[in-house]
């Protein structure tokens, strides 16, 4: 059975690959431990060798990448060797994740390769389970600021640095710093990225490292760089990992560096080149069919959409699309979130399991301690008869000697001594127990303010970021699907016989135009960026150029000229509260002109929007959401609002602010 094993993994390796030269090593590793002589120590080297081999032929989506997994762990279950079966999970993890598109699976496959590594000294296979869930976690990050994922990610990178220092492996090291820097990167947070980034680098310059680890310091160098808005650099990084994965015919690193470069000539360029971009997705689009990965594939089809879409090949862009969704689907959020679930299962199995195991301890612990106090209970309860019966003895000689009256004056002395005593000491205590709570009083009032502000900076970046993702969303999601519906109606072309079709053919081509204007007006102002970069006087001078473009109600300003910036919570209410303003003017005044009007004086801001409409009855109870909502907003601020129908409808706004 050994000799059949062995063959058929020498046929595996002579007949398995297509000559990349970063596995040529590997393969004379395999064919040499396999003809040696059968020891433990033999089968420990070659699990090793076939474990680095198996795991390059499934990044490279090798044809018999299977067919070494399933010998890997064929020659595990007949070592019984743990470490050895820890690096199976690790192989069965990354086939599961990347070739069957089971991010779940794959997930528990590593955590249990952690689980039982962590029980052995090969610290080096234990940092390649914590490589697997890091990537996993990269692979499945959501559109929120530091998701969920993304803490998980770097918590793991973190575990793989230590693990790396400790054994002196540069390579780990390097990929938990790569790791961790790409997880910095989704966050927005290039500080922490570029630190991460500086130290792969500087291991690198001093020591040779492998491929996988060169061409991801690479990739994700450039990513770092076009993130900042330094393009140049990141073309410059791009174009080194493509020179390094083309002889490797690495399709996955093929079709990532084509993909970012064409984001770059369509997005960023100062010359956008959308033939070079369209060429540029397309060999995305071949390398990550290539690949096999339905993420890689799924997001090569968007970005063909996006760039035939502005060079208007509308047709092309709407199968690029439909392809997308499609795909799309099948990597739902639901998906991904039981990925997150399976993790926190499984790390909180391992925690009950750790304390059940300490309660365990402690249980015996506790017995033993309790053995021995009785025995200890014992021999003081047997001293303690013995000098009970010395003092009865010598109670008895000293009642011979002494007299009743002295022995009973002394008792009382002493009895009032150690009442003054014990007087003076509760005073002291109570002294001191006043004043630390005094302290501790002052102690938690402060804190809880502090804790008030970081509550309402909270919640403030909460809606902000809230309010980005929505705008998003309305904007790359909704107005693309209207688009698509609306250009479908425009190809039908119809010939109508009856007049009446026509016309409501055509209102329905022109409400769907509307409806395409709304929604981008909408997710432009529900945070526009100038608001954040230049405040609020340009954002609302922005937003009246915007309302005045749809020809209803004739808005214009009265800005008091160098107003300056305010705190971002007032100038993130006052806009939202002018925009609210606008939207009712709009829908209900009936108005032909509107103004709004912002002046300072001393430590006020004082807002008046005003229109020439109809108004409302003010002496009515008007409990809608808007004026409800206009309300809470100034009692938050601190502020004041009156609202008055003259020549139309007046709404004052005065809030506090610090010069």
Known sequence: MKKIFFISLLLITNNAFAGRPVIDSLLKNVKYFSIQKPSFGRDTLLINTLWELGYYAIYFREKNDKLLLDSLQRLTNRTQWQAGKGLFLINKSFYDSYVRNDFSIGLKDALKAKEILSKTNNFHALAYANLRISSIMLWNLGNEKKDKFSIAGIQAAKEMIVLGERIHDFDIQCQGYIYAANHYNFNNDSKNATQNLEKANEII??????????????????????????????????????KI?????????????????????????????LDAALKLAQESFKYATQFGVLKFIATAQRELYIINRLKGNNAIALLYLEQFWKNNDSLSREKIQKVYADYELATKESQIQKLENLRLIKEAEGKAQELEYLKTLQVKNDSLILQKNEKVASDYQLILRESEVKKLENEKLQTEANRQKMIRNLLFISLLLGASLLGYFFKNNQKLKAKNREIEEALLKGQTIERKRVATELHDNLSAKISGVKWRLEAIQPDFRIEKQRQIYESSVNALSEIYTDVRLISHNLLPIELETKGLTVAVENLVTELNSLEKTKFSTKIIENIG????????????????????????????????????????????????????????NHSGIGIKNLYSRIEALQGFLKIENTAGLQVKIQIPVIS
């Open 205 to 242: 310059s001093k020591h040779k490292v492998g491929y996988l680890t060169e061409n991801l310091f690479y990739g994700t160098y450039g990513v770092l760089f076009s993130y900042t808005n330094q393009f140049e650099k990141a073309l410059e990084y791009w174009e080194k990992c493509l």
């Open 245 to 273: 994965a083309t002889p490797q015919n690495d399709f996955y690193t093929l079709s990532s560096m084509n993909r970012l470069k064409a984001d770059y000539y369509y997005q960023y360029a100062k010359k956008k080149d």
């Open 565 to 620: 910036r305010f705190d971002n919570r007032i100038e993130y209410e006052l806009f939202s509260i002018i925009l609210e303003l606008s939207n009712n003017i709009l829908k209900h005044s009936g108005a032909t002109d509107a103004l709004i009007s912002l002046q300072k004086t001393d430590n006020q801001l004082q807002l008046l929007v005003k229109d020439n409409g109809k108004g409302f009855d003010t002496n009515k």
